[in-house]
């Protein structure tokens, strides 16, 4: 498995796996905008100072993906690193793909100097078994996402 910033020849791959998470998601009652996906997954690309994006590779196929952006605290001027997208195909959630991206991730932010990484799971695509595997890799559960649908 090869763990690597995407490139721009990845884009119409993620989108499809974006399409997938989608599919998966909580979020799959709301239309899936490919132009706006496209231009998220543009912005990763392109500004690799504040955000770090990782894709998991075997055998030429991208199985999974990662992001995440650095962001001050609001009270103090240090610095966090939160994700907002993390998705592995269903056919390699068994494998090694979610934990190198996250320590990927970890890495990226350990060397922007961040005090934090905060991990989430908002989409409900499998949480049960991204829970424990957030937790084996030392992170501590803070709080919930708690949504209501307004219409």
Same mark, same amino acid.
């Given at each position: 498995? !090869?763990?690597r910033p995407p490139l721009e020849g990845d884009i119409e791959t993620l989108l499809d796996l974006g399409a997938q998470m989608h599919r998966e998601s909580a979020y799959s009652f709301l239309p899936y905008d490919r132009q706006k996906v496209r231009a998220f997954i543009v912005s990763y690309i392109e500004d690799r100072i504040t955000r770090c994006s990782l !894709?998991?590779?075997?055998?030429?196929a991208i199985i999974g993906m990662i992001g995440g952006t650095i962001m001050?605290?609001?009270f103090c001027h240090e610095v966090l690193v939160a994700d907002e997208i993390l998705f592995v195909r269903s056919d390699h959630r068994t494998g090694m793909a979610a934990l190198a991206l996250i320590r990927g991730l970890q890495k990226w932010a350990t060397h922007q100097g961040a005090r934090e990484l905060c991990l989430s799971v908002s989409s409900s695509v499998n949480y049960e078994a991204t829970d424990k595997l957030y937790e084996r890799l030392g992170f501590n559960r803070v709080g919930g996402v708690f949504k209501k649908r307004l219409n």
């Open positions: 498995m !090869v763990i !894709v998991a590779e075997i055998d030429g001050d605290y609001y």
